[in-house]
Protein backbone atom coordinates (compact mmCIF):
# COMPACT_ATOMS: atom_id res chain seq x y z
CA UNK A 1 0.00 0.00 0.00
CA UNK A 2 1.58 3.36 -0.87
CA UNK A 3 1.41 6.71 1.05
CA UNK A 4 -1.19 8.03 -1.23
CA UNK A 5 -3.45 5.14 -0.70
CA UNK A 6 -3.36 5.76 2.92
CA UNK A 7 -3.96 9.17 2.57
CA UNK A 8 -6.98 8.78 0.52
CA UNK A 9 -8.27 5.80 3.27
CA UNK A 10 -7.45 8.75 6.06
CA UNK A 11 -10.62 10.15 7.75
CA UNK A 12 -8.93 13.85 7.28
CA UNK A 13 -8.38 13.34 3.55
CA UNK A 14 -9.86 16.67 2.12
CA UNK A 15 -13.18 16.96 0.01
CA UNK A 16 -11.69 19.68 -1.80
CA UNK A 17 -8.70 17.94 -4.06
CA UNK A 18 -5.68 20.55 -5.10
CA UNK A 19 -3.96 19.96 -8.67
CA UNK A 20 -1.21 17.87 -6.74
CA UNK A 21 -3.73 15.92 -4.93
CA UNK A 22 -5.47 14.84 -8.36
CA UNK A 23 -1.92 13.94 -10.20
CA UNK A 24 -0.80 11.84 -7.44
CA UNK A 25 -4.74 10.58 -7.80
CA UNK A 26 -3.98 10.09 -11.59
CA UNK A 27 -0.39 8.29 -11.43
CA UNK A 28 -1.84 5.75 -8.35
CA UNK A 29 -4.52 5.12 -10.74
CA UNK A 30 -2.02 4.42 -13.74
CA UNK A 31 0.56 2.16 -11.43
CA UNK A 32 -2.93 0.44 -10.59
CA UNK A 33 -4.28 -0.01 -13.99
CA UNK A 34 -0.45 -2.00 -15.19
CA UNK A 35 0.00 -4.11 -11.93
CA UNK A 36 -3.48 -5.15 -12.99
CA UNK A 37 -2.68 -5.60 -16.57
CA UNK A 38 0.32 -7.42 -15.49
CA UNK A 39 -1.52 -9.93 -13.00
CA UNK A 40 -4.19 -10.37 -15.65
CA UNK A 41 -1.14 -11.46 -18.26
CA UNK A 42 0.66 -13.70 -15.39
CA UNK A 43 -2.74 -15.81 -14.74
CA UNK A 44 -3.40 -16.21 -18.57
CA UNK A 45 0.12 -17.59 -18.99
CA UNK A 46 -0.28 -19.69 -16.02
CA UNK A 47 -3.60 -20.85 -17.00
CA UNK A 48 -2.78 -21.16 -20.55
CA UNK A 49 -0.21 -24.01 -19.49
CA UNK A 50 -2.39 -25.67 -16.69
CA UNK A 51 -5.04 -26.03 -19.38
CA UNK A 52 -2.55 -27.84 -21.68
CA UNK A 53 -1.45 -30.42 -18.98
CA UNK A 54 -5.05 -31.04 -18.44
CA UNK A 55 -5.92 -32.22 -21.66
CA UNK A 56 -2.83 -34.53 -21.55
CA UNK A 57 -2.88 -35.58 -17.90
CA UNK A 58 -7.03 -35.97 -18.97
CA UNK A 59 -7.93 -34.32 -15.70
CA UNK A 60 -11.79 -35.07 -15.20
CA UNK A 61 -13.63 -31.88 -16.28
CA UNK A 62 -15.55 -31.55 -12.61
CA UNK A 63 -11.71 -30.89 -10.87
CA UNK A 64 -11.25 -28.45 -13.53
CA UNK A 65 -13.86 -26.61 -12.66
CA UNK A 66 -13.80 -26.35 -9.36
CA UNK A 67 -10.25 -25.20 -10.14
CA UNK A 68 -12.28 -22.12 -12.50
CA UNK A 69 -14.33 -21.47 -10.13
CA UNK A 70 -11.92 -21.12 -7.03
CA UNK A 71 -9.53 -18.99 -9.03
CA UNK A 72 -11.12 -15.80 -10.12
CA UNK A 73 -9.66 -12.12 -10.11
CA UNK A 74 -6.65 -10.71 -10.27
CA UNK A 75 -5.27 -10.92 -6.53
CA UNK A 76 -2.44 -12.14 -5.32
CA UNK A 77 -4.12 -15.47 -3.95
CA UNK A 78 -5.31 -16.43 -7.52
CA UNK A 79 -2.04 -16.45 -8.85
CA UNK A 80 -0.88 -18.77 -5.77
CA UNK A 81 -3.82 -20.62 -6.63
CA UNK A 82 -2.30 -21.31 -10.47
CA UNK A 83 1.07 -21.75 -9.01
CA UNK A 84 0.03 -24.22 -6.94
CA UNK A 85 -2.07 -25.89 -9.40
CA UNK A 86 0.66 -25.92 -12.14
CA UNK A 87 3.35 -27.45 -9.52
CA UNK A 88 0.90 -30.55 -8.34
CA UNK A 89 0.31 -31.01 -12.31
CA UNK A 90 4.06 -31.01 -13.24
CA UNK A 91 4.69 -33.18 -10.33
CA UNK A 92 1.32 -35.53 -11.58
CA UNK A 93 3.20 -35.29 -15.13
CA UNK A 94 6.75 -36.83 -13.78
CA UNK A 95 4.79 -39.40 -11.59
CA UNK A 96 3.21 -40.42 -14.82
CA UNK A 97 5.68 -40.13 -17.55
CA UNK A 98 5.85 -43.37 -18.30
CA UNK A 99 2.58 -44.11 -19.08
CA UNK A 100 2.13 -40.62 -20.80
CA UNK A 101 5.00 -42.08 -23.08
CA UNK A 102 3.35 -45.84 -23.39
CA UNK A 103 0.26 -44.17 -24.27
CA UNK A 104 1.58 -41.86 -27.44
CA UNK A 105 3.28 -44.62 -28.60
CA UNK A 106 0.51 -46.45 -28.63
CA UNK A 107 -1.50 -43.34 -30.73
CA UNK A 108 1.28 -43.44 -33.34
CA UNK A 109 1.15 -46.96 -33.77
CA UNK A 110 -2.87 -46.71 -34.27
CA UNK A 111 -1.87 -44.02 -36.98
CA UNK A 112 0.03 -45.81 -38.44
CA UNK A 113 -2.23 -48.60 -39.07
CA UNK A 114 -4.70 -46.56 -40.20
CA UNK A 115 -2.12 -45.18 -42.77
CA UNK A 116 -0.94 -48.36 -43.64
CA UNK A 117 2.92 -47.46 -42.95
CA UNK A 118 4.73 -50.50 -43.49
CA UNK A 119 7.66 -51.80 -41.14
CA UNK A 120 10.67 -49.93 -43.22
CA UNK A 121 8.79 -46.70 -42.53
CA UNK A 122 8.18 -47.52 -39.08
CA UNK A 123 11.98 -48.83 -38.31
CA UNK A 124 13.04 -46.03 -39.81
CA UNK A 125 11.56 -44.34 -35.97
CA UNK A 126 13.04 -47.21 -33.90
CA UNK A 127 13.75 -44.86 -31.11
CA UNK A 128 10.20 -45.89 -29.82
Known sequence: VEEI???ILAPEWPNG?????????SARA??????????EAQ?????????????????PEPERQQF????????D????????ELER????KRERLASLVEDTRRSIEALWDELHVGEAQRAACEPM
Not at 17 to 25: P, Q, R, S, V
Not at 68 to 75: A, H, L, P, R, T
Not at 89 to 92: H, P, R
Open 5 to 7: DRA
Open 17 to 25: LGLDAIEEL
Open 30 to 39: TELMDMRQER
Open 43 to 59: ITELKNVIIGLWERLKI
Open 68 to 75: ESDSNGVC
Open 77 to 84: ETIARCEE
Open 89 to 92: LVQQ
